[in-house]
């Protein structure tokens, strides 16, 4: 089993990172299962997301500790918020930054392979607001190409928005592209 922790702020899609990621690892034939935690927050405050991908069926429902990935939305949260908390030593951890590998391995508690993009640019870029969530997904599956095929998350996205498939899928695809994976 795969275990995803997502990180973001209300508003900037990280519940829908994770319900587009669990459809279509379903529509790959696996088991998955996304779920938010969070209570009466309002837009801008910390939220967490869960997705869990498996081969087998998943009897569990509770929130992820000990991740084999987290994504980070909201580059504010590396100072905000314990995002490596719980991160499995050889883990992934994907991130929304302009920085260097350096300056994120100083962050305390950084650990894991790192994926960085710049995906409040691209998301700036193509759609014209600072939503990174379909983004962050291209840089996810730029560290973990074998996770789901992209084929079916540019499907689900397509699906969850249908006015603006094109862009959505325009970001997604660029950030796969653009992401920098190290070592």
């Known amino acids: ?81 314990p995002v490596f908390n719980g991160l499995k030593e050889n883990g992934l951890a994907v991130i929304n930054t302009n920085k260097d590998f350096g300056e994120i391995r100083k962050i305390e508690g950084a650990k894991g392979r790192l994926v960085l993009v710049d995906a409040t640019k691209i998301a700036m870029e193509e759609l014209g607001v600072p939503i990174t969530n379909v983004v962050m997904l291209g840089a996810l599956l730029k560290g973990s190409p074998d996770l789901v095929k992209m084929e079916l998350v540019e499907e689900f996205i397509a699906e969850r928005f249908p006015n603006l498939a094109d862009e959505e899928i325009r970001a997604f695809r660029r950030a796969y592209e653009e992401a920098r994976v190290e070592g």
């Not at 995803?4 to 459809?23: D, M, N, P, W, Y």
């Open 1 to 81: 089993m795969v275990e995803i922790r997502f990180h973001g702020r209300g508003g900037q899609g990280a519940v829908t990172s994770a319900e587009i990621l669990a459809k279509a690892a379903i529509a790959e034939g696996k088991y998955a299962q996304a779920f938010p935690a969070f209570g009466a927050e309002r837009r801008g405050a910390p939220v967490l997301a869960f997705t869990r991908i498996s081969d087998e069926p998943i009897k569990i429902r509770i929130g992820i500790y000990e991740p084999d990935m987290v994504v980070v939305l909201d580059p504010t949260l590396l100072k905000s918020i």
